[in-house]
C-alpha cells in the first residue's frame, strides 16, 4: 500500500543517495583535481557523467541483493528503514562538514543494523538475531581488506609504470599520465556509481516489501535503479571540496603517473568487490590506494598523522551510526 510515509522514506533514501554522491565525490576526482588535469567544475562533470554510465551496464545487483539482508526480513518495518536511513544522513553530513571522507556504506549498513536490533528488543527478542550477523561481518572484515587490496595493487602498479617509463623524458611522460588519468579516474568514477547506488537500491525494494506494494521476491522495478543512478550523479555534481582537499593533497602529494596508478588501483579492487556482492567503501579503497602510491617513494612520504584520523573514523562510523539509528527508532516509536 502506498503511503505518504512510503514516499518520505523513499525521497530520504534518495537524499542520502545524493549526499553519498557529494560525499564521495572527492574519491573519484580528488587526484585529477590535484594533478591539475581536470578543474573542479570539469571533474565533477566527468565523474558524474561515469556515475551514471554503470545504470546502462550493470544489470546484477548484488551489492543491493547484500543490503537488502542486511536485517532479517520479519524485522524489517518502515519504521526501521526510516531509523537507518535518519542515521546515515546524520552521519553522513556531520562527517562531510568536518571534511572527514568517511564511509556512506557502512554508515547506512551500521544505521539499518541498529534500527533492526533496536525493533527486536522492543519486540522482547535477542537483538543479534534480528541481523544477518556473518554479512555484517563479512562487510566489517572488508573495512581493513579494501584499503588493503587497494594499497597492495597501486603499489604494484605504480612500480611497474615506474620501470615501463623509466626511459622517457619527465615532460613527455607527464603529458602522457594526464592523459591517460582521464581513462583511471572515469573506471574509478564508473566503479563508484556501479557499487554505491546498489546500496540505495536495495533499501528502497525492501522498503516497498516491508510496504507490501511489491511481493518479497519480485523483480526490482526498472524506475529504481534509474532514480538511484540519477540521484548519486546529481550528487557527484554537487562536488564535496572539503573532502577533495584531504583526498588529494593531505594523505602524500600525487602526480599525474601516481594518480593513474591509484585510480586504477581502486577501480579493479571496487569491480572485484561488486562482482562478489560486497558493500565495500569507495573512500577505504582510494584512500589504500593513494597510500600505496606514496610507499613506492619512501614511508615518510604519507602523512601518518592524517592516516590514522581517518582510519579512527572508519571504525567508529558503523557502531555510532547503529547507536544514532538507535535513538532514532526510539523516538519514533513514540510517536507510532
Known amino acids: 500500500m502506498i503511503t505518504l510515509l512510503l514516499v518520505v522514506v523513499i525521497a530520504l533514501a534518495l537524499i542520502f543517495d545524493f549526499i553519498n554522491g557529494f560525499h564521495d565525490a572527492a574519491n573519484s576526482i580528488a587526484t585529477v583535481v590535484s594533478t591539475k588535469v581536470l578543474t573542479p567544475f570539469q571533474a565533477v562533470i566527468w565523474a558524474a557523467a561515469f556515475n551514471f554510465l554503470a545504470f546502462f551496464l550493470i544489470k546484477d545487483h548484488k551489492v543491493a541483493n547484500t543490503v537488502a539482508k542486511t536485517v532479517y526480513e520479519n524485522f ?101 599520465f594526464k592523459s591517460i588519468q582521464l581513462v583511471s579516474s572515469a573506471a574509478l568514477s564508473f566503479a563508484h556509481g556501479g557499487n554505491d547506488a546498489q546500496k540505495v537500491m536495495g533499501i528502497i525494494y525492501v522498503t516497498l516489501v516491508a510496504s507490501k506494494v511489491i511481493a518479497n521476491d519480485a523483480h526490482m522495478p526498472d524506475w529504481i535503479p534509474l532514480a538511484c543512478y540519477s540521484a548519486i550523479a546529481l550528487g557527484t555534481m554537487s562536488g564535496g571540496w572539503k573532502i577533495v582537499k584531504t583526498m588529494g593533497s593531505k594523505i602524500t602529494k600525487v602526480t599525474p603517473l601516481e594518480g593513474v596508478a591509484a585510480e586504477t588501483a581502486g577501480a579493479i579492487t571496487l569491480f572485484m568487490t561488486e562482482r562478489l556482492g560486497i558493500p565495500v567503501s569507495t573512500t577505504h579503497t582510494i584512500t589504500g590506494s593513494i597510500i600505496g602510491v606514496g610507499l613506492t617513494k619512501r614511508v615518510s612520504a604519507v602523512r601518518w598523522g592524517v592516516t590514522f584520523s581517518l582510519v579512527w573514523a572508519w571504525v567508529i562510523t558503523i557502531p555510532v551510526s547503529a547507536l544514532i539509528a538507535a535513538t532514532a527508532y526510539v523516538i519514533i516509536h513514540l510517536f507510532e
Open 76 to 176: 524489517i518495518t518502515i519504521h526501521v528503514i526510516l531509523a537507518g536511513l535518519l542515521a546515515a544522513i546524520t552521519w553522513n553530513l556531520v562527517t562531510w562538514w568536518f571534511g572527514i571522507p568517511s564511509s556512506s556504506s557502512h554508515t547506512l549498513i551500521g544505521g539499518f543494523a541498529g534500527a533492526g536490533m533496536t525493533h527486536a528488543i522492543f519486540l522482547g527478542v535477542n537483538p543479534v538475531t534480528a541481523v544477518n550477523l556473518n554479512s555484517i561481518l563479512n562487510i566489517a572484515a572488508y573495512i581493513v581488506l579494501a584499503p588493503f587490496i587497494g594499497l597492495i595493487i597501486a603499489y604494484i602498479i605504480t612500480i611497474i609504470i615506474l620501470h615501463l617509463s623509466k626511459r622517457s623524458r619527465p615532460a613527455v611522460a607527464e603529458r602522457w
